[in-house]
């Protein structure tokens, strides 16, 4: 069946050093690829998404690319901040089967001053 | 902006209780899910609406059971709790389409002692 793999937490980095969360993805079509944040105690809000391959996700200096052919939505930051520490979740979606989001097991970011 | 409001936010329930998770949107959103949050395991869809009077199940729906009699809301109902129900849940709404944004719920944590 179609699944999201994300890379294991918790990630901890220093302030300002460059961020990579791995996503990678199982589908039988052509899915659009989303990452959302989850800041504590809060639900989910969308950060980025793609609809197509080679098409890239950008908002609040993180970006994503939706990689096709080795089916990835790898989300990276240039420079990480404090208050980018969250929990990030990579999913994708079909127009079918009631728009469902499938989410892989998320991943934790802790960004220390 | 309200956008999807559930309620309540804390709950805890003792083994053989029932109740009911509250969930409305204003957005006018066709689409609704449930979902659990597990530490570690991501979101697992409970159950879906496509529309009011249209339900299905999802990854996990034992245990739960749903009804979607208008556009703005769609509870959750519990029957008969127990432990292995402890969990976090979100409920969401989207428009139709695989690359719309689904709008979160803050959450309702629910512990079942």
């Known amino acids: 069946g179609d699944s999201v793999t994300q890379m294991e937490g918790p990630v901890t980095l220093s302030e300002e050093a460059f961020l990579t969360i791995n996503c990678t993805y199982t589908?039988?079509?052509?899915?659009?690829l989303f990452w959302y944040v989850q800041y504590p105690g809060e639900g989910l809000q969308l950060l980025l998404k793609?609809?197509?391959?080679?098409d890239k996700g950008s908002n609040k200096g993180f970006e994503a690319t939706y990689r096709k052919e080795t089916t990835s939505f790898h989300l990276e930051k240039g420079s990480v901040q404090v208050s980018d520490s969250a929990v990030y979740f990579c999913?994708?979606?079909?127009?079918?089967?009631?728009?469902?989001?499938?989410f892989g097991q998320g991943t934790e970011l802790s960004v220390k001053p | 902006n309200a956008g999807v409001t559930q309620t309540p936010k804390f709950r805890i329930l003792k083994i053989g209780q029932s109740m009911t998770l509250q969930c409305t949107q204003d957005?006018?959103?066709?689409?609704m899910y449930w979902y659990r949050q597990d530490p570690g395991m991501g979101l697992k869809l409970i159950y879906y609406?496509?529309?009011?009077?249209?339900?299905d199940k999802g990854e996990v729906p034992n245990g739960y059971n749903v009804s979607r009699s208008t556009t703005e809301d769609f509870p959750l109902r519990l029957e008969l709790a127990a432990p292995s129900q402890t969990s976090v849940y979100f409920c969401?709404?989207?428009?139709?389409?695989?690359?719309?944004?689904?709008?979160f719920g803050q959450g309702t944590r629910l512990t079942v002692v």
């Open positions: 969401a709404s989207s428009t139709q389409g695989a690359n719309t944004e689904a709008f």
């Open positions: 589908a039988t079509g052509y899915p659009s």
């Open positions: 793609a609809t197509k391959a080679d």
């Open positions: 999913a994708l979606r079909f127009g079918s089967q009631g728009g469902k989001l499938i």
């Open positions: 957005m006018n959103h066709n689409y």
């Open positions: 609406s496509v529309g009011a009077g249209i339900t």
